[in-house]
């Protein structure tokens, strides 16, 4: 098999993991969770998935990511999840993004971005500003967005619902 091949079939899976986690996302805000969706993969199979519980479970770190890295470590039994790729419906915020680097995340891609997110009521541009980032480069794990055509399917659904908490 050649380089170019392997590199296609990661694409291809993640791309495949990505419609899943917007899909996660979509589900969510019908069952009562916020528009996020997010799962977590290994050795090219999944291992665990998550979606945003903040309100449902009154609880402001039950961000999509990070119930997704805590079912992943249950699974595997492990507090690392190194060799593992996170796929997040949106950019993750400064919190998961810490998490993620906490946990050894091997690599993170997401599909929506902030300012899709700021559209639907979620601005968290305001604690991006607050970190100053360091150059790509010098990071241990690459962050990467797929743009999917349905990027905004979540936020669509979050926003055509009469009935939703806004937090
Ligand atoms: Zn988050």
């Known amino acids: 098999m050649t380089t170019h091949i392997q590199e296609t079939s990661v694409q291809d899976s993640e791309r495949a993991w990505m419609e899943k986690a917007i899909t996660l996302a979509t589900d969510s805000v019908a069952n009562g969770g916020g528009p ?16 945003n519980q903040v309100t449902a479970t009154l609880d402001p770190v ?3 990511e990070v119930t997704a ?4 470590c249950k699974e595997l039994d492990t507090f690392s999840l190194e060799g593992c790729v996170l796929i997040t419906s949106c950019e993750p915020c400064p919190m998961c ?11 993170l891609v997401y599909s929506a971005d902030r300012h899709d ?11 991006y500003d607050l970190f ?12 990467e967005q797929l743009d999917l055509p349905n990027r905004t399917a979540p936020f669509d659904a979050w926003l ?8």
């Open 62 to 64: 039950a961000h999509a």
């Open 97 to 107: 993004l810490s998490s993620a680097l906490w946990a050894r995340v091997d690599r």
């Open 117 to 127: 997110a700021a559209v639907a009521g979620f601005d968290d541009r305001k604690f």
């Open 132 to 143: 100053e980032k360091k150059p790509e480069s010098m990071w241990p794990m690459s962050v």
């Open 160 to 167: 055509a619902k009469p009935d939703r908490i806004e937090y």
């Open 36 to 51: 996020f969706g997010a799962l977590v993969a290994k050795n090219g199979e999944v291992v665990a998935i998550g979606n």
């Open 69 to 72: 890295m805590r079912a992943a």
